[in-house]
Every structure is written in C-alpha cells, then in structure tokens.
C-alpha cells in the first residue's frame, strides 16, 4: 500500500512539473528574411518534431520582407530573434540599431555570376566583352569590382546592363545577354529548371565572400536573457542537423505551413543552402559558429566597394557564445 502511495505521489508530482514546464513556455516571435521557400523549412521541422518546446520555447515564426527589414524589426524589438544576411546586421547594427548575430546559418555567400552554359564562358576572364544583366541595387553587383580585381579580369571590358525586376531573366532566356547576377538559391536553381543552363560563378569560390543568413537578436535579450539566446540556438541546431539528416521531412514541414510549396524546388533550395552553411573559414566546425575572418572580410568589403562608414570592429557584430561547442578565443 506504500509503495502503491509513493508511485501515485511521483506520478502526480511528474504530471504537475510537466504541466508547469509547459506552462512556463517563453512566447518567442522570429521574423525570416523573406517569404517561405526550401531552405526556411528546417525551422518548421525544428517546431513540428518539438525542438524548441523541449527547450521552453513557445515559437511563432513569421515571414519576411527582406533581411533589412528583419534587422529593423529586430533592432525595434518588434520580433526577439531575425534572420538576415551578414551584410544587412552590419549596415542596420552601424545605423544605431543595437543588434548582433547570434549563429550563423550560412557562412558562404549566395551571390554569383549565372553564365548561359552556351555562351563559351570557362572563367572569369572569358567574361570580357560579354554583357552581364542586372537589377538596381544588386549588392551582388556592388561587389563586382572585387571580384574581377580577385580574377585578374578587366571590369571596363564587361558590359552591364540594368534591367527592372525578372527583365534578368528574361534577357538571359532570350540571349540577349551572356549572363546575369543571381543568387545560388534562386537564380542558378530556378533557370536551369526553366529550359535555360547556367555555368555559375560563386562569389565566395573565387576569392569574395560575405556572410550570408545569420540569426540574430537585440542586445537587450543578449544581455538581459542569454539562456533564452541559448536555447533558441540549441533549438535551431537540433532543427538544422534534422533537415540535413532527412531533407524531405523537412520540406514536409513546411509544407504544412505552406501548401504551395513545390517538392523538388524546395528539396534544390534546401541542397543548395546546406551546402552554403560552412565557408573555408568555418570548415569544420559546429553548426550556428562564425569564423572571425568571415566577418572581418565581410565588414572589410562593404567599406571598400560598399560606401560603408564605420568605426567597428567585426566581432563588434556577432557572438559565438551561444553556439554549443563553439570554438572559444
């Protein structure tokens, strides 16, 4: 009979701290650098399979309209945590937002040079007297220069020729043009499945690379609420090692949340960014971690080609910190 009181007692003393954990669950907003696409899914996956509730993570991720915009957010306190591109927490953490990534998701750049597999380009060099499409503003266009100062190419021998929006595309599938600026998650991916091959130049492959997606987070919540920081990492981590290990449960993911997700883009864009997490400086290293020199190249490039003005230091704009198993120093 006591031994049947005590198991009642622990069980109920089990219920009860279980209810209270759940209970205690921190409401936590993310905000995506843009709209749902193949590589977003693992965060989804990381919330279907329960990662961030074992952590006390009560999690709402929410699209987004830009890494700038993410970064803003963030540095309003609009959402706890965001994801952006190295070089927006840069620009928007100079401009007086206190923000600062917390965990890499790539570490290599997207940006490269789409070459229609036609047009006889072998390298970079082959580029001269060509024409290259692009949209206004490209930051992928910005850092061109340094790319063919890189490449030993003479930049006043390529042409460029800006066009509005998809007209890149468009003027590529015409032949109108021999390349274009694109991303090797978007562009490089979503032509060739279009009819149209691409020999792609990556930025980061030949000598030029910036941070890509990173997650990052006010100062505030750094400083006032590292464990939250710590376990949202851990979460991520676990969310990210999943997708890698089944890719198709994570699409899944997301499809749940997005219904028009297409199964083979999404699985391309999901390959394509995993391959972009580690750069040669990280090789090897856990996941989330930010190489020194990537960012030191990254602020050290914006400055140069970029119109940045600053007087901070790289590690000014991120931590390692909260990366488990991280690389101290």
Known sequence: MM??????????????????????????????????YGFH?????GLERGYYREEGID????????????????????DMFGLSDGPSVINVATKGAPIRAVMSITSSSPYAIGVRADAGVRTLKDLEGKTIATAPGEAGLQLLPAVWKANG???????ILRVEGA???????????????????NQSITLPRQGVPLVNFGYAAFGVNTVGLQIHAHEDTIRG????????????????????????????????VKSDLETELSLEQLKVGIGLMPSKASQGKPIGYMAPEDWAETLQLMKQYMGLETNQKAEDFFTNQFVPNAPRG
């Open 153 to 159: 190419v003479d930049g006043e021998k390529v042409r």
């Open 41 to 45: 899914t693992p965060f989804h996956l």
């Open 167 to 185: 007209g890149k595309n468009v003027a590529v599938a015409e032949k109108r043009v021999e390349a274009l600026m694109a991303g090797l998650d």
């Open 59 to 78: 999690l709402t991720i929410g699209e987004g309209q830009g890494s700038v915009r993410a970064a803003q957010t963030v540095g309003a306190k609009g």
């Open 3 to 36: 031994l049947r009181i005590l198991a009642t007692g622990c069980a109920f003393a089990a219920a009860m701290f279980g209810a209270a954990t759940a209970f205690a669950q921190d409401k936590v907003t993310f905000r995506l650098n843009w709209i749902l």
């Open 225 to 256: 609420n590292p464990d939250l920081v710590r376990r949202f990492v851990k979460a991520t981590v676990r969310s990210f090692e999943a997708a890698m290990a089944d890719p198709m449960a994570s699409i899944k993911a997301g499809q749940k």
